[in-house]
Nanobody, 115 residues
Framework: QVQPVESGGGLVQAGGSLRLSCVVS???????MAWYRQAPGQDREFVAR????????IYADSVKGRFTLSGDNAKNTVYLQMNKLKPEDTAIYYC?????????WGQGTQVTVSS
């Protein structure tokens, strides 16, 4: 079964850093991998995306300059390095992978930033 699996969430103080990981299990390739987040009471919002074919990355304005995507296409793995975290970054972070079966969501990992 093809499934993105996130890890790396946790509790951190404002100004701190976390690195999230997403690995897509199962037999598939991925063309794009993205991160979204959803804070309590809010809609899920786009955070960042990487396109493996040319390495292009795009970021939401709210995280630009603080978050960085990297990864390994051959391993269907993407990392989200989050620096200078703010309380408003608190959310469940979801990996979304563009696989041979379409876009598939992971279960999410909680990130909590205390002030």
């Amino acid at each position: 079964q093809v499934q993105p699996v996130e890890s790396g969430g946790g509790l951190v103080q404002a100004g701190g850093s976390l690195r999230l990981s997403c690995v897509v299990s199962g037999r598939t390739s991925t063309d794009n991998m993205a991160w979204y987040r959803q804070a309590p009471g809010q809609d899920r919002e786009f955070v960042a995306r990487i396109t493996w074919s040319d390495g292009t990355t795009i970021y939401a304005d709210s995280v630009k300059g603080r978050f960085t995507l990297s990864g390994d296409n051959a391993k269907n793995t993407v990392y989200l390095q989050m620096n200078k975290l703010k309380p408003e970054d608190t959310a469940i972070y979801y990996c979304n992978a563009d696989t041979g079966y379409g876009w598939i969501w992971g279960q999410g990992t909680q990130v909590t930033v205390s002030s």
